[in-house]
């Protein structure tokens, strides 16, 4: 039989509910302060390691590695606990090549926490087409590099075709039928964002496929064509190829009818050139989304620019998850998640980061030059809640109670949402 001593201690350290609710109210604060005491000794210990010999690693290191990631690897004392994978780089995974060009993606296969986005990278040379095709989730893109003409079709048959540039964005619905094309003087590269984390670029309903796959005589049935012609078409998947220079934009407006034929959306936005929606000394950001874009009703994001030692103030998303893209620079950002866990990491160019709903979290520019980076939400509306006016906006009182900060201490909290700072 258990002494009570073995009896009291074994409620303390596995409590049942019943037993829970027998403790006394000595028994439960000597829990809580064991707790708190535990904890206390926990990150003073870690904040003591990482200034002695106990972080030091005699044995082999991946030295570059360590280099571009040094918080994920060695975080920082205010860390704790296990959050959901933040990081991925589209340098870990193969590129698909094909004459006129390459593919890579990055879905919830290779980012598993990330389920509400997938990313593609893509490049297609000058002349080279990714084949005339159309997917099951929208299609959000951002040209990193040259220029390419995009074509997409409404259901109802009008046409739109537009020219698109680096800075510049183009939504593609789902189920409206689209091709990309490179244009001199040496194509293009371009960001692909799905609001859809299992999408793949592989799943994609392509024009060459089809044909290949229907009965000749229907085809020449539907299209009132011989079978000759189509006998010529391809009998394997086209996806990304060689093709000549396109006429010029107004030429092929012209070709296909004209105005008559003219879709009445607009499909492309030019995203680096509009005026930065908010700016400071620490940088900019530029948002779109449904309220400037109205046919982006899936995707919404914001461009962001930090000058070195800037931040993206603490904030967070209500109603969506953030996936990230980083284009230059590098960066470093802390979330933190319920309960009692937080994770610090680090981005270069080409590395994508995630954060869930509700995590609130910022992203400060730890390099020498700007760090630019894309902030994508499966959302129709880019919104985030900014710490610093949420302390701003409740009762000096509150503040005080909560964070020990009087009120004129409260009144230089920026009362504005600044984005950067």
């Given at each position: 039989?258990?002494?009570?001593?073995?009896?009291e201690?074994?409620?303390?350290?596995?409590?049942?509910r019943?037993?829970?609710?027998g403790?006394?109210s000595v028994?439960?604060?000597?829990?809580?302060?064991?707790?708190?005491?535990?904890?206390?000794?926990?990150?003073?210990?870690?904040?003591?390691?990482?200034?002695?010999?106990?972080?030091?690693?005699?044995?082999?290191?991946?030295?570059?590695?360590?280099?571009?990631?040094?918080?994920?690897?060695?975080p920082?004392?205010?860390?704790?606990?296990?959050?959901?994978?933040?990081?991925?780089s589209?340098?870990?995974?193969k590129?698909?090549?094909?004459?006129?060009?390459?593919?890579h993606?990055?879905?919830?296969?290779?980012?598993?926490?990330?389920?509400?986005?997938?990313?593609?990278?893509?490049?297609l040379?000058?002349?080279?087409?990714?084949?005339?095709?159309?997917?099951?989730?929208?299609?959000?893109?951002?040209?990193?590099?040259?220029?390419?003409?995009?074509?997409v079709?409404?259901?109802?048959?009008?046409?739109f075709?537009?020219d698109?540039?680096?800075?510049d964005?183009?939504?593609?619905?789902?189920?409206?039928?689209?091709?990309i094309?490179?244009?001199?003087p040496d194509?293009?590269?371009?960001?692909?964002?799905?609001?859809?984390?299992?999408?793949?670029?592989?799943?994609?309903?392509?024009?060459?496929?089809?044909?290949?796959?229907?009965?000749?005589?229907?085809?020449?049935k539907?299209?009132?064509?011989?079978?000759?012609?189509i006998a010529?078409?391809?009998?394997?998947?086209?996806?990304?190829?060689?093709g000549?220079?396109?006429?010029?934009?107004?030429?092929?407006?012209?070709?296909?009818?004209?105005?008559?034929?003219?879709?009445?959306?607009?499909?492309?936005?030019?995203?680096?050139?509009?005026?930065?929606?908010?700016?400071?000394?620490?940088?900019?950001?530029?948002i779109v989304?449904?309220?400037?874009?109205?046919?982006?009703?899936?995707?919404a994001?914001?461009?962001?620019?930090?000058?070195?030692?800037?931040?993206?103030?603490?904030?967070?998303?209500?109603?969506?998850?953030?996936?990230?893209?980083?284009?230059?620079?590098?960066?470093?950002?802390?979330?933190?998640?319920?309960?009692?866990?937080?994770?610090?990491?680090?981005?270069?160019?080409?590395?994508?980061?995630?954060?869930?709903?509700?995590a609130?979290?910022?992203?400060?520019?730890?390099?020498?030059?700007?760090?630019?980076?894309?902030?994508?939400?499966?959302?129709?509306?880019?919104?985030?809640?900014s710490?610093n006016?949420?302390?701003r906006?409740?009762?000096?009182?509150?503040?005080?109670?909560?964070?020990?900060i009087?009120?004129?201490?409260?009144?230089?909290?920026?009362?504005?949402k600044?984005?950067?700072?």
């Open positions: 039989m258990m002494s009570d001593h073995t009896k201690r074994s409620m303390m350290e596995h409590p049942s019943r037993s829970f609710l403790m006394s028994a439960l604060a000597t829990a809580a302060l064991v707790g708190l005491t535990a904890n206390a000794q926990e990150k003073a210990s870690t904040q003591k390691a990482e200034h002695d010999h106990s972080s030091s690693d005699p044995g082999q290191e991946n030295k570059p590695l360590l280099a571009e990631n040094p918080n994920s690897n060695n920082p004392p205010t860390d704790h606990g296990d959050v959901v994978p933040l990081w991925y589209f340098d870990l995974v590129k698909r090549v094909e004459e006129g060009g390459w593919t993606e990055v879905t919830q296969r290779e980012l598993p926490s990330s389920k509400d986005i997938a990313g593609v990278n893509m490049r040379t000058a002349g080279s087409y990714r084949e005339m095709h159309w997917h099951t989730a929208d299609e959000w893109a951002y040209v990193l590099y040259g220029n390419a003409r995009v074509t079709m409404n259901p109802d048959g009008t046409m075709i537009g698109v540039s680096e800075g964005l183009w939504i593609f619905p789902a189920g409206f039928p689209h091709s094309q490179g244009l001199a194509g293009t590269e371009f960001l692909l964002v799905f609001p859809q984390g299992m999408f793949s670029e592989d799943g994609t309903m392509l024009l060459s496929e089809w044909m290949a796959h229907t009965p000749p005589e229907v085809l020449a539907n299209m009132g064509v011989d079978q000759n012609t010529q078409f391809p009998t394997e998947a086209l996806y990304i190829f060689p000549d220079l396109p006429n010029s934009l107004q030429q092929d407006k012209a070709e296909i009818g004209g105005e008559q034929v003219a879709s009445k959306y607009q499909y492309t936005f030019h995203m680096k050139s509009m005026e930065p929606t908010r700016s400071s000394t620490g940088g900019e950001v530029r989304d449904s309220s400037n874009f109205p046919v982006s009703k899936h995707i994001a914001g461009l962001v620019t930090l000058k070195p030692g800037g931040l993206r103030e603490l904030h967070w998303h209500p109603h969506s998850s953030e996936w990230q893209f980083y284009i230059a620079g590098k960066g470093r950002m802390t979330v933190f998640f319920p309960v009692d866990n937080a994770r610090t990491v680090d981005f270069n160019a080409n590395d994508i980061g995630y954060v869930p709903s509700n609130p979290h910022y992203i400060e520019n730890t390099g020498d030059t700007d760090l630019v980076f894309l902030e994508t939400l499966a959302s129709d509306q880019f919104l985030d809640v710490l006016q949420w302390l906006r409740v009762p000096s009182e509150m503040l005080k109670a909560h964070l020990k009087d009120r004129a201490t409260a009144m230089k909290i920026p009362a504005d600044l984005i950067v700072i």
